[in-house]
């Protein structure tokens, strides 16, 4: 037997559907996953925190997310992850950090860039997390690397931020 | 209309976020007042209580001035230490 649950008794809309095999859908359930529509060049190297720009979205469910900025709809716990690949990297940077913030806190991935750049310059950073976050918090994703000149690219490939409500 | 927060609110918004009216206009924003108004004092009353027993434990720190102490690097100590001379 299946089960759909609708908005409300006058709302026919599907909110929530369960088939015969017990497997359940919520089509609106907070859950995000974008991309960046371009490369952004030049946005660090110098210290400046560059706030990741996410022109793409693959999905949005319940339309959460915006300007490069998840809005939770409800508090829950969160699960966050993001990926930022970074181009033009030489031995001059000695400090990078790669954050998810989050309205109540920042989580903090911090790294030796030179360690992990391939023979191109390039270099992938990821960061995953459970944050706690209230209804109306907002969480976005930054990149900051030190020590050198404002010559640092966020490339396409390799950059993402998703993320799901998880209870 | 927009939202002006109370003293308390103000307060205890600190307590968990840097930008307290930040925090604010963005949710009105989203959300319209009458959304955000009801989230905004959803926030506080969940973490009213820890804000209160931390200041009755001595030696508070609002989010912001703990961020500033922890804060490792010269120059983001900086930028933090604007946002508060900023308030």
């Given at each position: 037997m299946a089960i759909t649950l609708h908005g409300t008794l006058t709302d026919n809309t599907d909110v929530a559907t369960k088939d015969s095999n017990g497997i359940m859908v919520n089509a609106t359930q907070p859950a995000f996953s974008v991309v960046p529509a371009s490369a952004q060049d030049n946005c660090t190297g110098n210290g400046t925190n560059a706030t990741v720009v996410f022109g793409t979205e693959i999905f949005d469910k319940n339309a959460d997310f915006a300007s490069n900025t998840f809005?939770?709809?409800?508090?829950?716990?969160?699960?966050l992850s993001a990926s930022v690949t970074i181009h033009d990297v030489d031995a001059n940077f000695t400090t990078g950090r790669l954050h998810?913030?989050?309205?109540n806190r920042a989580y903090l991935y911090e790294f030796d860039p030179a360690e992990n750049i391939s023979g191109a310059g390039v270099g992938s950073y990821s960061i995953t997390?459970?944050?706690?976050?209230?209804?109306?918090?907002?969480?976005?994703?930054?990149?900051?690397?030190?020590?050198?000149?404002?010559?640092?690219?966020?490339?396409?490939?390799?950059?993402?931020?998703?993320g799901h409500l998880v209870g | 209309m927009a939202i002006t927060l109370t003293s308390r609110q103000q307060l205890v918004l600190r307590h968990v976020v840097i930008n307290a009216e930040g925090w604010v206009q963005h949710a009105e924003t989203k959300f319209g007042t009458e959304i955000a108004t009801t989230m905004l004092e959803q926030k506080v009353a969940r973490h009213e209580t820890d804000y209160d027993a931390k200041v009755a434990a001595g030696s508070y720190k609002d989010r912001l001035d703990k961020d500033i102490d922890?804060?490792?690097?010269?120059?983001?100590?900086?930028?933090?230490?604007?946002?508060?001379?900023?308030?």
């Open positions: 809005t939770a709809p409800v508090t829950g716990s969160y699960f998810i913030v989050t309205s997390v459970l944050a706690d976050m209230d209804a109306a918090d907002t969480s976005t994703v930054t990149m900051q690397l030190f020590d050198s000149s404002l010559t640092v690219d966020i490339q396409t490939s390799g950059t993402f931020f998703q | 922890e804060e490792n690097m010269d120059s983001e100590k900086a930028k933090l230490q604007a946002i508060k001379d900023a308030r």
